[in-house]
T-cell receptor, first 114, second 112 residues
Framework: KAGVTQTPRYLIKTRGQQVTLSCSPI?????VSWYQQTPGQGLQFLFE???????NKGNFPGRFSGRQFSNSRSEMNVSTLELGDSALYLC?????????????FGPGTRLTVL | QQQVKQSPQSLIVQKGGISIINCAYE??????FPWYQQFPGKGPALLIA?????SEKKEGRFTISFNKSAKQFSLHIMDSQPGDSATYFC???????????FGKGTSLLVTP
């Protein structure tokens, strides 16, 4: 079974631009979560989608948004990029909608904002 | 605020030694406590997880100890190997949320 895939793996953007990151979960998984990883703050929860519905959102500004498609693939968008948005963005999928089931992480997208 | 506090930030252990990483939480609604291992350039991978109805869980060289009254849990890596050198994250989830709340991570180096 293929793992969680994320594209692109690396991105360089400038302040003020917007970016879209993509995540394909493991086949059959319906829950997709997004996390931001930085050296200072560690791993922080962005949002979680299940069957195309956002069920939970972390403490991030409205510039961060996401969506999930009917095939469970998910995208996250960051508008008006700031230098502080530079981070590794990780996507995780699970078979059930409960975080108490194992979440499988992708390799992440490394975003650099200049 | 950080809902899960992890220590130490970094750890150096000799090959064959025991690595111990500790975590503490405040939210009594948490009922799932996983540990993740992350190598450079990779996403975190689940190592072992525990629920609060047991005080200890062992899988191979990895053991979680859980103290519900103290709201603490720890990871013990027995017979540590250089291949165990990685960053380890504890996490907690439960209640009404679906998010994993992570500790800030422990960078483990096992020397030959």
């Amino acid at each position: 079974k293929a793992g969680v895939t994320q594209t692109p793996r690396y991105l360089i953007k400038t302040r003020g631009q917007q970016v879209t990151l993509s995540c394909s979960p493991i086949s059959g998984h319906r829950s997709v979560s997004w996390y931001q990883q930085t050296p200072g703050q560690g791993l922080q929860f962005l949002f979680e989608y299940f069957s195309e519905t956002q069920r939970n959102k972390g403490n991030f500004p409205g510039r961060f948004s996401g969506r999930q498609f009917s095939n469970s693939r998910s995208e996250m968008n960051v508008s008006t990029l700031e230098l502080g948005d530079s981070a590794l963005y990780l996507c995780a999928s699970s078979s059930q909608g409960d975080s108490r089931n194992e979440q499988f992480f992708g390799p992440g997208t490394r975003l650099t904002v200049l | 605020q950080q809902q899960v506090k992890q220590s130490p930030q970094s750890l150096i252990v000799q090959k064959g030694g025991i690595s111990i990483i500790n975590c503490a939480y405040e939210n009594t609604a948490f009922d799932y406590f996983p540990w993740y291992q992350q190598f450079p350039g990779k996403g975190p991978a689940l190592l072992i997880a525990i629920r609060p109805d047991v005080s200890e869980k062992k899988e191979g060289r990895f053991t979680i100890s859980f103290n519900k009254s103290a709201k603490q849990f720890s990871l013990h890596i027995m017979d540590s190997q250089p291949g165990d050198s990685a960053t380890y994250f504890c996490a907690a989830s439960g209640g009404s949320g679906y998010a994993l709340n992570f500790g800030k991570g422990t960078s483990l180096l096992v020397t030959p």
